[in-house]
């Protein structure tokens, strides 16, 4: 019997980018396939036994993991809890547990439990660990500065995702970007070259999903997918004709520059083929601190007039968007909330600038003194701690950031973006579009649950208007609404998150007022008064507590135990005060 090979994909926590809100109206649990597990399990030799274990999909089972010889498990930073309940599953059950993907090779060193550590891109780092893992004697870290060619990469083992509840279906054709964003960590893992699978490859890989019967949309996960413009290129003039002989089975949406904006051939070539959306890192509309930062490609041409050059061919722009930069004034956050409902970005994914390890800002904040510790739950778009001093006061930082995510996703100005896309959005004359049973059943929850939310009045508003203005639209309007729905649910958690958070300070704060205020009786007496005070006040936390939603209170553990801890060390300094009888 060969070996028996049990890939895990941990947990995501609730996130912008998950839509765990929205795919239930579509009868799914998790956006796309992990991909990378997937091309690895395409490198595995012939004999291992693989079984592919998506946490985001279904729970791990000790009968799987039992039943395992070896783990193997990649995981990007926002995942790291799982990861480590991952690791201590595994080894509670005594198997070997190998890990790789984006976290680990930027943070390998403080993640406790792993045996086998297999870093950077898995064609450069995988055979050897498979060679001494078969032999008996494998090292605990596989390293590599090697940019491999991807043109030997062999296609994901798509059929292990197959009926597994997935919304969309992802691909790769090149990895590394040319550009040198001070912030970003892609050209620290994938390099500044970028490198592309050939058109025949991604081409063999689509022709494996479609006679599977995948149909509906791709997410190409490239990280600058026109990168290499000429490769690009060459991939959609035989793209095109791919799609046309088979009726359009395909969407697809991207990462890309702005710089796209500038090149009308390459987007009407785009737009031929079935792209429909493309996110960009816009990051600010203030062009000082994009040169600062290293974005030269932003500075090109007028923001505003690329992203909505962008849209009248027919593609929809998500934007990525950042505050905390050392240049940021206090007028930051207005004006990234005017460009975001000017440039009627309906998807705008605003964070917190974070130090990522083993990026360029991560070395000159070192190099400044100005780390206070590594990123924390790799999600900076609600774990609202800084990882370094900001040149703003953090308060405002904190508190302008919240009024940002406050006012985007307000539902009649979400609403406001979304139709004002619609209206300059080219519809795809070349793709047939057909409602399928699933945006029918979108729509119906749609109809039942959003009509009666406390946004109801916005909703309907939103979808009559959309319909009469765009009527062979109906599909796209229906999805907007629906991700709406999942943002302001996202946004109206992370605050109150927030706001509880502040909350336990304001709890603390009045213990130690308590404390420090004359008081009539003994100390013995005063000591009784404040025990049963520190009681009410965690009555009170748990109340507020039970009030968040569900999926956020882990985010609030960390605080809830440390407001604990300050009671109780507030209480024994008090006690050690108090004289012995």
């Not at 078969?134 to 990469?153: H, K, M, N």
């Not at 009045?510 to 013995?524: D, H, K, T, Y």
């Amino acid at each position: 019997m060969g070996t028996r090979a049990l890939l895990v994909y941990p947990e995501m926590p609730p996130t912008y980018w998950s839509m765990r809100y929205a795919l239930p109206f579509i009868g799914k649990k998790a956006v796309f396939p992990p991909l990378g597990l997937l091309t690895v399990a395409a490198m595995l030799p012939k004999d291992f036994e693989i079984t592919l274990v998506d946490m985001n999909l279904e729970p791990l089972r000790d009968s799987a993991i039992a039943r395992a010889d070896v783990i193997f498990a990649s995981a990007m930073i926002v995942q790291k809890a799982s990861l480590a309940q991952v690791i201590a599953r595994g080894h509670a059950h005594g198997k070997p547990v190998v890990a790789g993907g984006p976290y680990p090779t930027s943070c390998h060193e403080e993640i406790q439990g792993v045996d086998h550590f297999v870093l950077n891109e898995a064609e450069a780092t995988l055979p050897a660990f498979l060679r001494d893992f078969s032999r008996g004697r494998a090292q605990r870290i596989y390293t590599s500065a090697e940019r491999p060619d991807i043109t030997r990469t062999p296609a994901p083992r798509f059929d292990l995702a197959r009926d597994k509840g997935y919304a969309q279906m992802a691909l790769q054709f090149s990895r590394g970007c040319p550009h040198h964003c001070e912030f970003c960590d892609i050209i620290e893992l994938f390099g500044r070259k970028p490198r592309t699978k050939t058109p025949a490859q991604l081409l063999h890989e689509m022709d494996l999903l479609y006679e599977a019967g995948w149909r509906g949309s791709l997410f190409l996960v490239d990280d600058n997918f026109i990168g290499n413009r000429r490769e690009v290129k060459a991939l959609l003039s035989e793209l095109i004709p791919w799609q046309r002989a088979r009726h359009h089975p395909f969407t697809f949406f991207t990462e890309a520059s702005l710089d796209l904006a500038g090149d009308e051939p390459l987007m009407d070539q785009m737009v031929e083929a079935g792209f429909n959306m493309v996110f960009m890192g816009l990051e600010t509309p203030d062009l000082c601190t994009l040169k600062a930062t290293g974005k030269p490609q932003n500075l090109k041409a007028d923001m505003l007039a690329s992203v909505r050059s962008i849209q009248r061919k027919g593609m929809e722009v998500s934007g990525g968007f950042i505050v905390g930069f050392d240049s940021d004034a206090e007028d930051i956050f207005e004006r990234q909330i005017r460009f975001i409902q000017e440039a009627a970005i309906p998807t705008a994914m605003v964070g917190l600038l974070t130090a990522l390890p083993k990026t360029q800002l991560h070395r000159r904040l070192q190099a400044e003194g100005r780390l206070t510790g590594e990123s924390g739950g790799g999600n900076n778009t609600h774990d609202l701690r800084l990882n370094f001093v900001p040149r703003m006061a953090v308060g405002k930082l904190i508190e302008g950031y919240e009024h940002i995510l406050a006012e985007i996703y307000r539902p009649d100005r979400y609403f406001e973006r979304c139709l004002r896309l619609l209206r300059r959005l080219k519809r795809h004359r070349g793709s047939s579009r057909k409602i399928h049973v699933t945006e029918l059943r979108a729509f119906a929850l749609s109809l039942i649950v959003q009509t009666c939310s406390r946004y109801g009045w916005a909703y309907w508003t939103f979808l009559v208007k959309g319909f009469l203005a765009r009527p062979l639209m109906a599909a796209e309007t229906v999805t907007m609404a629906v991700k709406g729905h999942h943002y302001f649910k996202m946004t109206r958690s992370v605050l109150e998150l927030e706001r509880f958070k502040r909350t336990l300070d304001g709890l603390i704060r009045s213990l130690e007022a308590r404390m420090n205020a004359p008081a009539a009786q003994g100390r013995r007496a005063r000591a009784a008064e404040l025990g049963a005070y520190r009681d009410r006040l965690l009555r009170q936390m748990q109340t507020r507590y039970r009030r968040l939603h569900k999926d956020f209170r882990g985010h609030a553990d960390e605080a809830v135990a440390a407001f604990r801890a300050s009671l109780d060390d507030l209480l024994a300094r008090f006690a050690a005060d108090v004289p012995a009888q």
